[in-house]
């Protein structure tokens, strides 16, 4: 009887721990809406992607603001529809509505660009009005607006995670610093090689490898020591990190973020995606210790290792279809 409780309780554990995988991985492109202003005119570029759950939104602007163009089309080459306005602006500086409508919403990144500077804001789905910040240049808004996105970016960017999850089975605990350390690194030169073109890859070969990666590490959790193909992970965390950073810059370039902004959005983002890879470690030990520490780790990894790997196959053929 004892056999069979622990059987159904490793079985509850392993379904829970894998429930936000199960969901779509892809992350969610958001919303931007860069504001220019010189003088009283302010030309204002709004851009959404075609995502049915992240395309429901509006953006109304002050009605003392009086419209000299406007301009749509749709990008199929980014799949966004892009607004153009340009407007002359009074004194009196009325708000911004954010209209928006569907379950499943992003942050909409706002840029304002004036003779004061740049400032960026990262907004959630529950603001509904906006004010401009013209006469001020908040780096500190700009900076905790990043980490924010980019804590969010790591926690539902569930392939990075379930590959975070398997080197925590395939490495002693004395070198798990080491190889998330390496990890972090490897993603973080890539990351920035990426944001400023000096290299650059096409993002849907990038994320169908960074599923083949994570389908790799699955298959070494089967075999036992002997028997896998290498003895140095933190050389491997090290290098597939490399790759993963290309999946994270590609969120930067989808936002637009503005030139003279984008080493502090860089770093900003970063220290987020940083934080949120320190959580979900931190919750994936705490958990094994609380309710495996007398349960042999080599059994949980083969057994973790059919869910990660199957549905990292599946993304893997998902994104190897998308290509072409």
Same mark, same amino acid.
């Given at each position: 009887?004892?056999?069979?409780?622990?059987?159904?309780?490793?079985?509850?554990?392993?379904?829970?721990?894998?429930?936000?995988?199960?969901?779509?991985?892809?992350?969610?492109?958001?919303?931007?809406?860069?504001?220019?202003?010189?003088?009283?005119?302010?030309?204002?570029?709004?851009?959404?992607?075609?995502?049915?759950?992240?395309?429901?939104?509006?953006?109304?602007?002050?009605?003392?603001?009086?419209?000299?163009?406007?301009?749509?089309?749709?990008?199929?080459?980014?799949?966004?529809?892009?607004?153009?306005?340009?407007?002359?602006?009074?004194?009196?500086?009325?708000?911004?509505?954010?209209?928006?409508? &569907?379950?499943?919403?992003?942050?909409?990144?706002?840029?304002?660009?004036?003779?004061?500077?740049?400032?960026?804001?990262?907004?959630?789905?529950?603001?509904?009005?906006?004010?401009?910040?013209?006469?001020?240049?908040?780096?500190?808004?700009?900076?905790?607006?990043?980490?924010?996105?980019?804590?969010?970016?790591?926690?539902?960017?569930?392939?990075?995670?379930?590959?975070?999850?398997?080197?925590?089975?395939?490495?002693?605990?004395?070198?798990?610093?080491?190889?998330?350390?390496?990890?972090?690194?490897?993603?973080?030169?890539?990351?920035?090689?990426?944001?400023?073109?000096?290299?650059?890859?096409?993002?849907?070969?990038?994320?169908?490898?960074?599923?083949?990666?994570?389908?790799?590490?699955?298959?070494?959790?089967?075999?036992?020591?002997?028997?896998?193909?290498?003895?140095?992970?933190?050389?491997?965390?090290?290098?597939?990190?490399?790759?993963?950073?290309?999946?994270?810059?590609?969120?930067?370039?989808?936002? &637009?973020?503005?030139?003279?902004?984008?080493?502090?959005?860089?770093?900003?983002?970063?220290?987020?995606?940083?934080?949120?890879?320190?959580?979900?470690?931190?919750?994936?030990?705490?958990?094994?210790?609380?309710?495996?520490?007398?349960?042999?780790?080599?059994?949980?990894?083969?057994?973790?290792?059919?869910?990660?790997?199957?549905?990292?196959?599946?993304?893997?053929?998902?994104?190897?279809?998308?290509?072409?």
């Amino acid at each position: 009887m004892k056999v069979i409780q622990n059987k159904i309780f490793q079985f509850v554990f392993t379904f829970f721990l894998l429930i936000p995988f199960i969901g779509i991985c892809h992350e969610t492109i958001s919303s931007s809406l860069e504001l220019r202003k010189e003088n009283e005119i302010i030309h204002c570029f709004f851009k959404t992607p075609l995502n049915t759950n992240n395309s429901d939104i509006q953006i109304k602007f002050p009605d003392n603001w009086s419209e000299i163009s406007s301009s749509s089309n749709l990008n199929e080459k980014e799949k966004t529809y892009d607004y153009q306005h340009v407007f002359r602006i009074s004194d009196e500086i009325l708000p911004i509505k954010i209209i928006r409508s &569907g379950e499943h919403q992003s942050p909409l990144i706002i840029s304002v660009i004036s003779s004061f500077g740049t400032q960026t804001d990262v907004l959630k789905p529950d603001v509904t009005e906006w004010i401009l910040p013209f006469g001020s240049n908040d780096s500190m808004s700009t900076f905790s607006s990043f980490t924010f996105l980019g804590i969010e970016h790591i926690l539902i960017g569930f392939d990075h995670l379930l590959f975070v999850l398997a080197l925590l089975f395939l490495i002693k605990r004395k070198k798990l610093i080491w190889a998330i350390s390496a990890f972090t690194v490897a993603h973080s030169i890539t990351l920035t090689a990426s944001t400023f073109s000096l290299i650059e890859l096409p993002i849907a070969v990038v994320e169908a490898l960074i599923a083949f990666s994570v389908v790799l590490l699955a298959v070494e959790m089967i075999k036992t020591k002997d028997k896998q193909i290498t003895k140095n992970y933190i050389q491997m965390a090290f290098l597939f990190g490399l790759l993963h950073g290309f999946g994270f810059a590609s969120v930067l370039s989808e936002l &637009g973020v503005p030139g003279n902004n984008i080493t502090l959005a860089l770093l900003a983002f970063n220290v987020g995606v940083e934080i949120g890879q320190l959580v979900f470690v931190t919750v994936i030990l705490s958990s094994l210790y609380l309710f495996f520490r007398h349960k042999s780790i080599a059994l949980i990894s083969k057994k973790l290792s059919y869910p990660i790997g199957g549905l990292a196959a599946f993304w893997f053929i998902e994104r190897v279809i998308d290509i072409f």
